[in-house]
């Protein structure tokens, strides 16, 4: 399954809100029902953290300003008011078809 | 508090063995898929194998399958790597990480494959 990724380039004020788009080449419904898709932050020099899984929950500890949407093969990650700690780069990753893959990341600065 | 601490990467040359070591704690190591991924550096991550928690079911991506061999012993908490004809592509930092969906990651463990 190839996961893309929109904008790969996200530069944005403090403050502002942001929004990554993920598409997935096939339907990421399981066989339940949910869809496996989740979305990485990555900071500079750090590994990646999780911030949502199935779409739209939050990882806990992950704060309220990043929120998942979506449903198939369309799917968006938003952060509400941008913050000099989001700083780094984002990724969706699909874990409904082996192998579970991962899209080019966008990569998030403060303008 | 999950911790997931991998050891074991270093220099090799094209076609030699490495076996990594990922140490977990704070969670019930037995109960949980762990996984594999690497990165290389400055670039996009990719998962390699995972493992279920009795070690009864195991996948890889297609470019590692013959060459690596993922385990696991619950007893010790301890996730292993296995990988053997290793090629200049194969350079990366590896993770592992807990559950099927990278609930979890270590600090990676810098490989190096060259002559």
């Known amino acids: 399954v190839v996961m893309t990724q929109s904008p790969l380039s996200l530069p944005v004020s403090l403050g502002q809100p942001a929004s990554i788009s993920c598409r997935s080449s096939q339907s990421l419904v399981y066989r339940d029902g949910s869809s496996n898709l989740n979305w990485f932050q990555q900071r500079p020099g750090q590994s990646p953290r999780r911030l949502i899984y199935?779409?739209?929950n939050r990882d806990s500890g992950v704060p309220d300003r990043f929120s998942g949407s979506g449903s198939g093969t369309d799917f968006t990650l938003r952060i509400s008011r941008v913050e000099a700690d989001d700083v780094g780069v984002y990724y969706c990753?699909?874990?409904?078809?082996?192998?579970?893959?991962f899209g080019p990341g966008t990569k998030l600065e403060i303008k | 508090e999950v911790q997931l601490v991998e050891s074991g990467g270093g220099l090799v040359q094209p076609g030699g063995s490495l076996r990594l070591s990922c140490a977990a704690s704070?969670?019930?190591?037995?109960?949980?898929?762990m996984t594999w991924a690497r990165q290389v550096p400055g670039k996009g991550l990719e998962l390699v194998a995972n493992i279920k928690g009795d070690g009864s079911e195991k996948q890889y991506v297609d470019s590692v399958k013959g060459r690596f061999t993922i385990s696991r012993d619950n007893a010790k908490n301890s996730l292993y790597l296995q990988m053997n004809s290793l090629r200049d592509e194969d350079t990366a930092v590896y993770y592992c990480s807990n559950g099927e969906q990278g609930d979890y990651w270590g600090q990676g463990t810098l490989v190096t494959v060259s002559s």
């Open positions: 990753m699909q874990g409904t078809h082996w192998p579970y893959t």
């Open positions: 704070g969670f019930s190591f037995s109960s949980y898929w």
């Open positions: 199935k779409v739209s």
